[in-house]
């Protein structure tokens, strides 16, 4: 069975290293000096060997990986692609991928994306991993041309109304392509525990379904992902244990690390990439790089979501709204009494998450005056509910005052029964 330990996972694969390649010096006390020449020797090296993989060999090859480290299957990656093969680090804990490319004592490239609007922190880490490596990070960057045009057509904070992709395509995903296509391999740090939504279904390897390498056509760019069985736990040891350079924004909260307008902390029990385009849908919570995570069964439910008739918040005490209705509501000059809203769409998880909440608020204070209203918000009432309602994002909340005229849009994320009680006598005092 697989040593899922940290110290397992390095001196087992370590010690395979050693016997197999003679590289790597197994030794407690070798000081800091020597391993960073170390580094520097292995890293300067180039060896290209394999240019194509056909699905064969990937099958051959994740069988064998199933029993196998990240440690072992860095090993083989860098045997089998040599100076074809490139590590892709963002600035967050896939630094740990280096940390393993370092120990195989073989030659190794590094790239990184730089977009433009990422964290003084990331440009920190950068310079400390090449120093602690000594290597250099191959930096891409977006065409300049592209960045202008998007800027100056819908601003810097578009992505906030219409979704991050089109940014995210200009910024990371076009620079991202252009280097593959360099390459006959490249290495991630994806993991299956990072987004139950988007990444359940990634492989230790394979042909890479979205982009090409330097021959082009299929099979031309191969795809490893050797921390995806690890846990964040046993990353996170391995780095503590080899005193890797990490990136000081997680000290303050932050997992997945991205672009800074799109990242944020999370919170205990959150998914680590609920941090990333927090105001998107879970299952979008990819910029393009790996959008070929989801399985056949979860992108055909991603496709057939918006067709859904299934219904939310059916509590006799939440009343469904047509455009014609809130419409009125909306341009009433004067409330006559206290409604309630929400914006919903019936396949957005966060509203399916809130449905308890809103319908226990329901319950509770419509008896108080309070009335409850629901309005099916996605479809052909988008876009006109952007235009007229505020809709950024589902689920939104509006509160239409008694005795005054407009809404006031709940800011806040916390949606439970006791939050919407305090948003509501916030504005129309205690009920």
């Known amino acids: 069975s697989r040593d899922t330990s940290t110290f397992g996972m390095i001196s087992h694969a370590a010690t395979r290293a050693v016997s197999a390649n003679a590289r790597v010096t197994a030794r407690k006390d070798v000081d800091n000096r020597a391993q960073r020449q170390a580094r520097v020797t292995t890293s300067r090296g180039k060896r290209t060997v394999e ?30 692609f040599g100076d074809g093969l490139a590590i892709a680090f963002s600035g967050a804990e896939d630094v740990a991928l280096i940390q393993y490319a370092a120990l195989t004592g073989k030659p190794y490239r590094v790239f990184s994306l730089d977009t433009g609007r990422l964290n003084p922190e990331t440009y920190e880490l950068f310079d400390k991993v090449e120093k602690h490596f000594g290597i250099k990070i191959e930096y891409c960057f977006p065409e300049a041309q592209a960045v202008k045009d998007l800027v100056n057509e819908k601003g810097l904070f578009s992505f906030y109304e219409d979704g991050h992709k089109e940014c ?92 800074a307008p799109c990242t944020r902390p999370v919170l205990p029990g959150q998914q680590e990439r609920e941090g990333r385009w927090w105001w998107e849908d879970a299952s979008d919570k990819e910029c393009g790089l790996h959008s070929g995570n989801l399985s056949a069964e979860a992108k055909a439910a991603q496709d057939a979501r918006e067709a859904t008739e299934e219904d939310l918040f059916k509590n006799s005490k939440v009343h469904a709204l047509t455009r014609a209705d809130i419409e009125k509501l909306k341009d009433e000059a004067t409330h006559a009494e206290t409604t309630i809203a929400v914006l919903y769409a019936p396949w957005c998880k966060f509203c399916q998450r809130m449905q308890g909440g809103y319908e226990n608020a329901a319950e509770n204070l419509s008896p108080k005056g309070v009335k409850f209203v629901k309005f099916r918000a996605d479809r052909d009432e988008k876009e006109w509910s952007k235009e007229n309602l505020s809709l950024e994002s589902f689920p939104t909340v509006l509160l239409f005052p008694k005795g005054r005229s407009g809404y006031v849009k709940l800011g806040s994320e916390r949606r439970d029964a006791d939050s919407l009680q305090i948003f509501i006598e916030s504005i129309v005092g205690k009920l």
């Not at 240019?51 to 090993?75: G, H, K, V, Y």
């Not at 390459?183 to 299956?192: D, F, M, P, S, Y």
């Not at 040891?237 to 932050?254: A, C, Q, S």
């Open 51 to 80: 240019t194509r993989a056909n699905a064969s060999e990937i099958d051959a090859m994740n069988e064998n990986f199933a029993s196998q480290t990240p440690l072992q299957i860095m090993d083989a990656a860098l045997e089998k």
């Open 168 to 259: 995210c395509g200009v910024r990371k995903v076009k620079p991202l392509r252009a280097k593959l296509s360099t390459l006959t391999a490249w290495v991630t740090g994806q993991r299956k525990d990072q987004s139950p939504g988007t990444r359940n279904e990634v492989p230790a390897c394979q042909v890479d379904p979205v982009f090409e390498g330097a021959k082009g056509g299929a099979g031309s760019l191969v795809k490893f992902n050797p921390l995806t069985d690890a846990t964040s736990q046993e990353v996170w040891d391995f780095l503590r244990v080899m005193g890797t350079p990490v990136n000081e924004l997680h000290e303050k909260g932050y997992v997945s690390i991205g672009c």
